[in-house]
Each structure stands twice: as C-alpha cells, then as structure tokens.
C-alpha cells in the first residue's frame, strides 16, 4: 500500500483495513481547482492537513464544493517537494479520539501544490495566474504569528523585508512581500476582490496580515514601486478584507506509534522526512478529534459555505469574545498551568497530569472558579461546554502524543494574556482579588519552574524562551532548601506588568505569590506539598 494515485486504485484494498477515501472524482476536482482556483491557502503544516484539508475533503464528499484547494509553501519549499507532489497531494489524517478509537482519512483535496518562490519563474508565475482569477475568493494562512512580523525582536526591519521595500514586487525575498507582490498582481490585473483570512492561532490574526500587506503597499508607493492605487485597493473592505479567526484544534508532531499502526496496516514509505530547515514532515498528521474555526464573515468576492463543514461565521466582536474565552479562561491558562507543573513534577505527557489529584483540581479551579465568572460568553460556543470539553475529552486523551515541555515554549510570553487578563476583569468589575488563589499559584510555579530543578532536586532544560537570559537572574542566587529574602530577589519581575499584565504589587497579589514561592523552594517535595495545601 503506497499513499498515491496508482496505490489507491485498490481501494478494497484500503478500505479493509479501516481508512476513508474520498468520494469525489477526484481528477474532475484537480481540474476543476486548476482552472477556477477559488481557495488558496499559504502553509502547508500540519494543522492545515488535518483541519482545513479535511473541512474541504467532507465538503467534497458532500458535494457542497467542486473544486479543492490550492495549497503553498514558502517557508520549506522540501515540503512540497519531498512529501506533497511524491504522495500525489494526498495525506492521511489520523484522528486520535479519547476513547480509543482511530480513525484513518485519505485526505485528497489538494488540488495543486505550489512553492512560494520569486526565483523559479514556474512556480511564482503559476501562483500570478491563480492570483489573477476571478474565481479565487479567499487566501487562508497557517504560517505562525512571526510570519507576519516585518521586525525583530528590537523591532528593526527585517532583512530581507528592508530589502523587498527598496526593490519593488518584482522579486521578492520575504514571504510575507511574496504575498503582498501576489496581491498586487491581482490588483493590477483589475483590481479584484478577494479575502484574506489569517487562521493562525494568535490574538487579531487578521489586522497582523492586514498591517504587513499595507506595510508594503505604502513602501512600494512612497518608493515609486508600485501604482499608488494599490494602497487604496487594500484598504478599501468591499474589494480586500483581512476577516479575524479565532482557531483550536491540537496537532502534535508525527508519532512514532501512529507511524507503527499505519505500518502495520501495509503502508510503505511511511519515514518522516527531516528537511534541511529542520522541519519534520511525515505522509501522516495526528489530531485530536475536537476542533474550532470561528470566522468572521467578511468576503467580498463571496466564499465557499464553509459553515456546513462545521466553521462558524459571525461578526468581528464575536470572534474577539470567542478568542478572548479561549486563550484567558477556557484553555490556555488551563495548558500553561499543566505545562509548568508537569515539567516540575516530572511528567511528559500532559494526558498523565490528568490522573493527577492536585493538577486536576488545580486546573478545574482555575476554570470554573476563577476565570468562568468574569468570561464574556460569545454565544456560539459555550464557555462551560467548552472548558468541560477541555478537561474531560482533550486534555486526558492518552492517545494525544502532547508533552508538557512543548507547551511550557514561550510561557514568559504567555502570562500576562492568559492570567492577566482576567486580574484585569476582575479590577473591572468590583471583584475581590482575594478570591484569586490559584493563579497566583501559577506564576509562584512558572518562577520556581525558571530554576530549572524538579521538585526531586533533578535538574531540567527549560523550554525554548525570548525572555529567558532575562527572567532567570532573579531566581539565580536561591537554592532549594536554603533560606534567603524571597520578596527582595524576585521584587523587580513581580512589577513587571508586560509579563504579568499587571504589576503583581499595585493589584495586592505579589506577597501571595512570594509566599507560595517560598514554600515551594523548601525542599524536597516541596512543590507537590504546596499543591497539596492549596488546591
């Protein structure tokens, strides 16, 4: 059994071993998408092949779309080389659910594969052709909140974006100034509308894209680089719209027990694929079985009825609720919580924290009790049933190959919007901050987490962090099971409100999360003894 057109012609073959085909002519549907492109979507990763790709393969299975997407790479273009065009576009989409069960789609959509590429004339000229279709209608993107970013970390121009700035849309090096020169060509090519929908999981996804794209509209005519009309055609929102999204869906890396079961079934040239920019892609992506899109419904060139593949649409204030919901009450702070204790309890899978007494009611209390009651509730989606969901099928999903060390990445970058949030609700809304007991408890565990020793004495790596070379001096000097004057080495962090949100000290909270800290750092066992005491 090998993943492409000539393997699949015995379909008997796969459907006994359990995997779902598709149901469209497929040939019919890759015409239909390379002559009337109407869905492009930029990064070609892992959520993207197990959600949109999926949304549109049960759309194509339904008959609601005849044509499929057109899928492009412009960060590792070995990607589409290596994995996408030698497995015909296809992909399979293992969905892990809680209760055991697996089910295994070969996921056909794609309809065509194309590489972000200004230098080879082939690829970038077909993507122009694409672009200049009255028939496309929406751009999608899953290329991770950094891939809009114009500057670095000082907030400089970057490189080769200063570079695209001075030379024009003719040949662009960044990836984001591919995209804009893309846009231009539709542009010039009669100014026709279309929609642009950042679906990355970061806060007004679509006002990042929307400032990268003007960014370069601006430079490009105040440089004498482009028709000054451009800038107007991208902020003109009958004819370009950048819709904001509120995503969730969990898709861990390819696992080595997934890629087992599959070889068990038959399957050949299953080897994950380490490309030479360290991206790790395999002809299979893991999933969890829940999954969100929440969209907001603004195409001025119309669009596909994605709602009947379960997207919702709605206006832009209901996003904003929805992703405010998500990322301050009814899951991050729930992931971030597991992250940082679990790598100081030893764990390395999250669905283990939650046959933890401690950590279970450790994260159900920071739900239900302290972020559930100052939450905004969106109205198409409930935030009980969504945090229910969240600690009853998700997170304790044995099947889900998720790691307490992969979430706690960046959490300096985190706090301030998962927990500082809802301090700042409570402020606002006359509530008592005395009733906050466990997140602080949080932040006492994300500094005792910065020693980078478990609470059995072993030393740990800390995950990747920008913030790290600047958080850990303040934990530097104290050892476990030494006495020292807490407050005074941790008092210039617990002020700092860009990492917090607030200042821990204006809002009464920082003698609390000395407190916890300190006995934290008595000892052996101190941490799973201080759990045990206020949870």
């Given at each position: 059994?090998?993943?492409?057109?000539?393997?699949?012609?015995?379909?008997?073959?796969?459907k006994s071993k359990g995997y779902s085909l598709p149901k469209y002519d497929r040939q019919e549907m890759i015409k239909n998408t390379k002559e009337n492109p109407t869905w492009v979507h930029f990064g070609a990763g892992n959520i993207f092949r197990a959600f949109q790709a999926n949304v549109a393969q049960n759309l194509l299975n339904d008959g609601v779309l005849s044509s499929g997407i057109t899928v492009v790479e412009g960060f590792d273009y070995e990607i589409i080389e290596k994995k996408y065009r030698p497995n015909d576009n296809y992909s399979i989409l293992v969905t892990l659910k809680a209760d055991g069960n697996i089910?295994?789609?070969?996921?056909?959509?794609?309809?065509?594969?194309?590489?972000?590429?200004?230098?080879?004339?082939?690829?970038?000229?077909?993507l122009k052709e694409?672009?200049?279709?009255?028939?496309?209608?929406?751009?999608t993107f899953t290329i991770t909140e950094k891939g809009y970013s114009l500057v670095d970390g000082k907030g400089e121009l970057l490189g080769l974006v200063k570079a695209d700035f001075e030379a024009g849309p003719e040949k662009p090096a960044s990836y984001i100034g591919k995209v804009a020169a893309l846009l231009y060509h539709r542009y010039v090519n009669g100014k026709k509308p279309i929609a642009m929908v950042s679906t990355d999981n970061c806060s007004h996804n679509g006002d990042k894209l929307y400032a990268a794209m003007n960014?370069?509209?601006?430079?490009?005519?105040?440089?004498?680089?482009?028709?000054k009309g451009f800038v107007d055609y991208i902020n003109d929102k009958s004819l370009v719209s950048f819709p904001w999204s509120m995503i969730d869906k969990i898709t861990p890396r390819p696992d080595e027990s997934v890629e087992a079961l599959l070889k068990e079934d038959g399957l050949e040239d299953l080897e994950p694929v380490i490309t030479s920019k360290n991206t790790y892609v395999a002809p299979f992506v893991n999933a969890e079985?829940?999954?969100?899109?929440?969209?907001e419904d603004a195409f001025p060139n119309g669009r596909p009825a994605l709602e009947k593949g379960g997207i919702i649409f709605t206006d832009k204030e209901t996003v904003d609720k929805v992703e405010r919901m998500k990322v301050c009450t009814c899951l991050n702070p729930l992931h971030t919580a597991l992250a940082v204790y679990g790598c100081l309890l030893g764990y390395t899978k999250i669905s283990d924290e939650m046959k933890d007494t401690e950590l279970v009611k450790l994260v159900e209390t920071i739900g239900y009790k302290e972020g559930l009651p100052v939450v905004i509730n969106p109205g198409v989606l409930d935030?009980?049933?969504?945090?229910?969901?969240?600690?009853?099928?998700?997170i304790p999903n044995p099947f889900m190959p998720d790691t307490p060390q992969r979430i706690a990445t960046d959490t300096s970058q985190k706090l301030a919007i998962r927990y500082g949030e809802t301090i700042k609700n409570y402020i606002k809304e006359g509530k008592n901050l005395e009733d906050l007991k466990l997140i602080p408890l949080v932040f006492a565990g994300w500094l005792r987490y910065l020693m980078?020793?478990?609470?059995?004495?072993?030393?740990?790596?800390?995950?990747?962090?920008?913030?790290?070379?600047?958080?850990?001096?303040?934990?530097?000097g104290i050892k476990i099971g030494e006495a020292c004057d807490v407050e005074a080495s941790?008092?210039?962090?617990?002020e700092d409100a860009k990492i917090f949100g607030v200042n821990l000290y204006e809002v009464g909270l920082a003698d609390k999360v000395c407190g916890y800290f300190s006995e934290m750092i008595a000892g052996k066992g101190a941490i799973r003894a201080t759990l045990k005491k206020y949870v």
């Open positions: 059994m090998i993943l492409n057109e000539n393997g699949l012609k015995d379909k008997e073959q796969w089910e295994k789609t070969v996921v056909g959509s794609i309809g065509e594969s194309c590489i972000l590429d200004s230098e080879n004339d082939v690829e970038f000229g077909r694409i672009f200049a279709k009255d028939s496309l209608q929406l751009a960014g370069f509209a601006e430079k490009w005519a105040e440089n004498g680089l482009c028709d079985e829940t999954e969100y899109l929440v969209i935030p009980k049933e969504f945090i229910d969901t969240v600690l009853k099928v998700r980078a020793v478990d609470d059995e004495g072993n030393e740990f790596e800390l995950s990747p962090d920008p913030l790290l070379e600047t958080v850990r001096p303040f934990v530097e941790l008092k210039g962090i617990l």
